[in-house]
Structure formats: C-alpha cells, structure tokens
C-alpha cells in the first residue's frame, strides 16, 4: 500500500532557528513528490514538485530535497509568517479508475515564535 | 492560471438532510478534478475524481457521490448526511499538461449536528 509519513507531527521554533521537516514514503516507482503550505481555514497552496533523487528546488526561505525514500523541507532562517501546516504527498495511482492522483501525509504543524 | 472556486464557506446542516457542494474551475479547460476530505489528525482523504464530464471514480465507499455535469464544475452531493460527514471539504484540479500540481479551492467547513 502506497504510503507518506511527515514528521514531526508539530515543530516549535524560535524566529531565525533554521530546522528541517521529514517526508517519508513507500510507493511503488515513485513518479514525483510534492509539497504544499497550508494556513488555517484555507485550501493548500503548492510549493515544489520533485521528480528524482538528488533533485532539490528552493523559494525564499524554503528547500526541498529529494532521495529514494524520503524528502527533507528544509527551512532557513525562519519568520513567524512562515507558521503553517506543510504537507507532503506523493503521486500515485488510483485503484478505482487508474488514473493518476496525490496522495497526502498528515502534515506537519510548524510554528515560528517571534 | 487556473482557479478553483467553491461555495458555501461554511455550512452546519442537521443529520438526514441533503448536502450539495459546488466546485468551479477557472483558467483552464478539460482539468482533472478532486474532492478531498480533510478531517483533525486524519489528513487529505481523496473521495472522488473526474477526468471528464460524467466521468466520476471514488476511491472511498461512502455517503457521498459526485457529479460533472459540466467541463469546468464538479459536485458533492448527499442523500442524507451522517455526523461523520462533518469536516473540511476541498476541490482541486489538475492542469491537462501538469495535472500533478493540484491547486486547491477555499475549502467548505461542514458541520452536521
């Protein structure tokens, strides 16, 4: 069964504190990886796609890398506008119809304490 | 870009009454579209997808179904809602030539009491 895990399930961290956010997954021949941002009340908005281990994209204070098991989103020099649920989901195939589709991991709660 | 509208924002509804949400795509023609339930501590349940009009797979039996009556709007519909169908409803759609980068709409706050 395809599978994504996030930890830590909720992250702590001072302004400025630079610190990492894990996704790991099972999933028969990965054909990409994705995470999003999520702020209270809202829908998630994406942030990177990855496709292939070694493979890394950047935006602002965020990096996301890629291997063959796992994804680190690594946050650098934090602000507290960056607080946020990020979530982490992996392309898969759908059994009902066949046809491609996310699926999620629980997310990670990170929040930036000014 | 593409958007993803959905309405209402928010809905509390009585259990045994009817549900409908609607989810409109703009931007875009002929997009891959998702309904995901999100429940605390549950994450992203995908409920139905569409890749065409009348085309609809579930991937979670349930008390829901869907519908695509028109390229660009999907549907979640109820006969009669159940208490755990409460929880955070979200429309997302994929683009035909990246359909992976599903944008997601604003999401609709169910609560049935």
């Known amino acids: 069964e395809d599978q994504v895990t996030q930890s830590p399930e909720a992250l702590r961290l001072q302004e400025g504190e630079s610190s990492s956010l894990n996704c790991s997954y099972t999933v028969s021949g990965l054909r990409g990886l994705f995470w999003y941002r999520q702020d209270p009340g809202k829908g998630p908005e994406f942030l990177f796609t990855l496709y292939s281990a070694g493979e890394e994209k950047e935006k602002e204070r965020l990096k996301a890398t890629l291997t063959k098991k796992e994804s680190f989103l690594h946050i650098t020099a934090p602000k507290p506008e960056d607080s946020a649920t990020y979530l982490c989901a992996a392309r898969v195939v759908y059994s009902g119809g066949g046809a491609d589709g996310l699926t999620f991991g629980k997310g990670t709660h990170l929040i930036i304490q000014p | ?110 609560t049935v009491t």
């Open chain 2, 1 to 110: 870009s593409q958007t993803i509208h959905q309405w209402p924002a928010t809905l509390v509804q009585p259990v045994g009454s009817p549900l409908s949400l609607e989810c409109t795509v703009e931007g875009t023609s002929n997009p891959n579209l998702y309904w995901y339930r999100q429940a605390a501590g549950r994450g992203l349940q995908l409920l139905f997808y569409s890749v065409g009009i009348g085309q609809i797979s579930s991937e979670v039996p349930q008390n829901l179904s869907a519908s695509r009556p028109q390229d660009r709007q999907f549907i979640l519909s109820s006969k009669k809602l159940l208490l755990s169908d409460s929880g955070f409803y979200l429309c997302a759609g994929g683009i035909r030539d990246r359909p992976y980068e599903q944008y997601f709409g604003p999401g609709t706050r169910l």
